[in-house]
């Protein structure tokens, strides 16, 4: 909402200055986005008189001039307009001066071989309209060496108030002003909106069939009205509104409501036949609204027509048909009320936003219908002349005569400051609340332009605003009795303990969008993906299925820029479909690696890929770190088409829950992320990692270290090929539980002295006695269970 | 007599000479094998003792015993000298440069965003607020509907919502959560009432220019209980964002406004003045040279709010505050783009990014010094 001080000081009686006023409309709610003085774009620009005109020695279409400019010495400029003369008096930018229209700043010069001292002005430079064919003509007796910006009434400072949805009361000047009478800066003045004799009832018929739409349609006509443009006056203040002026018309009716918040429509008489009427849109008929749009409505909407069609979509937006044009004589003028809830939702529905919706969804002053159209008549007649009719009044608004309980304790019970009873009654009263006080509390009455307010804590607020929040006294929370507990969940400790574990393994973490391009998201979706309606962009329309391709993409993006090694991860969640048509959203890890694992060096020398037991490791310390149980933990394949298929695999406690998925990326989807290389991807799906059983406990299994030395044992095995390596040393574990406390495979071999089809396994065995040392007999027996085990998975010891 | 010891004497000069002239530990030992060994000339003169009476025994023997010992010890002494010879010799061929670089390992990094979270729910632990979480794909009951937003209020065209096409089992559009709020919803109606919980996460919003990202994050804060004013709202605002900036100047504007869910509602500005280019949080907006920015939304939760989560209104009230994550970090740690947060550019993450030991705590200072 955008306004002059001028217009403000039309409604409140103040001699605060600009800043004053700005920063009270601040405190109280109406904040201030900027304050803005047309003169200071304006500021060297001067009425000045054209005394001589020569024409240029030495340029066929330039003029010479002396000029007065008020300082006694005429200057000499030289000008290239046409009606550039002896006599003229226009406007003069002094060297210094900045020309609105395209920002440069005016220096004396030569215009061949003679010095120009300033320039004569059009108004299209000073941003003042479209005319650019000559120099503005200002009347020969305006104020020689004025500065022009006071002589044509542009030191009025501009007002730029946000305003929050719940005071449509403060979409308009006159709601400005009372709120800020009520804070003590100034005296509002009363509105005079004595009703104007009307000459014979109104020749048109008003007729409401939708009165839930439309509970009141008060109308008038006026005859033989001249539409030319409004005065000068107004349109200074519709340009200080950040409007168009259009014609006399249409500027009243938007001064009017931007004045009083109260939207009207002027519809030329001639265009309309038979009765007016608010009524339901049939569906599929048609208007062509005035943003020369073309709507299809549907009998939800609510429609001003005539026997021929649509006038209005009520509240809304007129047709291009009745609108009042420079030939209209006769008109017909509408003040209604519309009910909120209908305009918001056709307005929604329609796509179709204007001052007029967005001031009657918010709620219009029910008792405003007749002043408005009472101001909307003076001012038509004032400026246009013509004759009105008397007023139609058909239905009549809701009655605006709420009344909210109010215990005045409840400003410090609830807003947190002492306000004294009398200052809060005060504050309310100057609001245009009224206040009747019963044995023990307040009976408060609400206005009716305060539709917001319909509680209690309305009228705390409303205290509490006007008398400053700045008073309001700061107290201390009580803190919780007792030790300190956790405040994160166990989820969310782990999500903590993981991000840094893999930070502390040298990966980044990155925050990707939740979003990725359709054919991404299907590309690693199981399902059907979420996928937005009103997407910002084709690449931001889906959400991810996983976190690997958000990653992808930003390995690729640094891989572009030249980054020879990318370890990035992010913990987030992935989005999937849940149960009763809510989302599933999964806590996730995704860890991608590309490009080289080490770079060339003078020790190592060539560089190192990544490669799928990089993955791995990554993935069996992360799930680690992240409380899962590593040891239990069966490699399995099935990681997915995004992997390679020989290079891949999930990490899996039992058959069905997969804690992980790990591997080379499938090639091909390297490919289509525009990735060179092999490139490895985990991720670890942090939320099927099982909770910990039972309380939340410090205390550890008891352990001393074995006081026996444990003996070490290598095994060599012969094993198919087809048989997981995996298994064997779980075979070999598994042999005698109590003894082998570790086996680890040393070597992996084929070719020479190994059968085809087969590899040569060697294993290192540690076997730990414990209530006495081995003999050898006791290392046999070992020996054998563990050779025997193997043999069930199809190795055999070479000899 | 007399020739023992002229023999003596030769062995001892001998043996010394050639001890001496021994220039390797091979040398060396030819040396004491040719005088000590079993042959050797020293061995064999002491066998001549026993051919002796004891008298020339007496006399002889301490002689020869010297002889031997002195010879063995100084056999030691260079062997121990050539020794270290040799071990100062294969040191000297094993320098190194130094100045070559040493392996090394990848060093990591965690986001701003996360660090800044980690601060913030370390700083609310200390004041007794849980983390909570809600889903971000949410339906427009929680997002909206419940914070007293219903369908047609003019609030929700402000919120710019991303919307899905689907409906959940009830009916309800489903959406891209536009602010953490819902979270407040779903702590009142599953956990009832106490309630002191922060709620950070990812928000959305269809705007995307310089400053505004579709994607961003939110801490949630939600206090409800019996007798919590909003002298309670703005003592916790205060001691946040102070413990946050670590500084005891913070001062706060509270400015009256409008959210459809807090009745009273006011925004929250803090001061700050500008060094070295950089907006730096602290002392009041209106002293010279400083100015007001708007951090946070907060007001006194509405009672339609709290009796939608099927608390009674008269009974419980409480606050609610919302503040944008990203915005906190990018004034801590003086980042000037919040659209590189979501780059994940490697550069900008290792800038800026945090190491994984830096974990914030409150005996520790919560933040990490540049």
Redesign the interface.
Known sequence: MKFSLSWLKDHLDTDATVDEIAAKL????L?IEGVENPAEDLAGFRVAKVLTAEKHPDADKLQVLSVDSGDGQPLTVVCGAPNARAGLVGVLGLPGAVVPSNGMEMRKAAIRGIESNGMMCSARELDMGQDHDGIIELPSDAPVGTEYADYAGLDDPVFDVAI????PDCMGVYGIARDLAAAGLGTLKPVDAAPVAGEGPCPVDIRIEDRDGCPAFYGRAIRGVTNGQSPDWMQARLKSAGQRPISALVDITNYVMLTYGRPSHAYDLAKLSGAVTARRARDGETVTALNEKEYTLDDTMLVIADEAGVHDIAGIMGSEHSSCTDATTDILLEVAYFD??RI??TG?KLNLTSDAR?RF??GIDPGFVNDGLELLTRLILDICGGEASEVRHVGAPPAADRTVAFDPALT??????DVPHATQRDILERLGFTVTQTQDHWIVAVPGWRP?VD?A??L??EV??IHG??A??????D??EGV?Q????PE?ARE?RV?????????????????LPMPVAEAFADGQP???????SED?KA?RPSLIP??L???Q??MA?G?D?????E???R?LRGK????D?RLTLGLVMAGEK?SR????GKARMFDAFDAKAEAMALLDAAGAPVENLQVMDEAGEQFHPGQSATLRLGPKNVLARFGTLHPRIAKAFDLNGAVMAVEIFLDAIPAKKGERSFTRASYAPPALQSVMRDFAFLVPDEVAAGDLVKAVKGADKKHVVEARIFDEFRGAGVAEGHKSIAVEVVLQPHQASFTEDDLKAISDAIVAAAAKRGAVLRG | MKDTMADIDQLRADAMAQIAASRTLDTLDGVRVAFLGKQGSISLLMKTLGKMTPEERQVEGPKLNGLRAEVTDAVAARKAALEQAALDAKLAGETVDLS??A?????????P??QAM?EL?EI??D?????A?G???E?DWHNFTALNMP?????R??HDT?????????GRA?L?RTHTSPVQIRSMVEGGAPV?IIAPG?T?R?D?DATHT??FHQIEGL?IDR??????????L??FLKAFFERDDIVL??????F?FT?????VDVGYSHEKGRRVIGGAGDEPGHGWMEVLGSG?V??RVIAACGLDPDEW?GFAFGCGIDRLAMLKYGMDDLRA???????W??HY?????D?PTLSGGVGVAA
């Open positions: 601040t405190a109280i709610g904040e929050t949805p719940n005071r909120p809830v918001a939702l929604r967005s969804e918010r410090r019970s609830l807003g947190g400051m917001d509680g804590p309305d705390v607020e509490i605003r929040l700045d309001i006294p700061s107290v201390a929370l803190r919780a300190a956790p405040t994160v969940t969310q903590r991000r840094r574990a893999a930070a502390a393994r040298g990966h980044h973490e990155a925050v990707t969008w939740s979003f979420w996928v937005l309606a009103n997407p910002i931001m959400m958000g990653l993409m930003a390995a993006r640094n820029r980054a090694s990318v370890r990035l991860f913990i987030g969640r989005y009763g048509g809510a989302s959203e080490s060096g003078w020790q190592a | 070559l670089p392996a090394d390992v990848p060093v990591g990094s965690v986001h965003v996360s980690d729910a609310f632990a004041l007794g607020f849980a983390v979480t889903p971000e794909i339906d369908d047609t209020h003019p609030a065209a402000m991303f919307y899905f096409p689907d409906k959940d089992d009830e489903m891209l002191r990812r959305y269809s995307s579709p994607m206090v007798n919590i004013h909003m002298g309670h709202l703005k003592w916790t205060e001691t504007r509270l400015r009256p406004s409008y459809p009745e009273p509602s006011a925004e006194m509405n009672r009230q947060f979501f780059d994940g550019d490697l550069r993450l290792k990014g945090f190491a994984a030991l974990v």
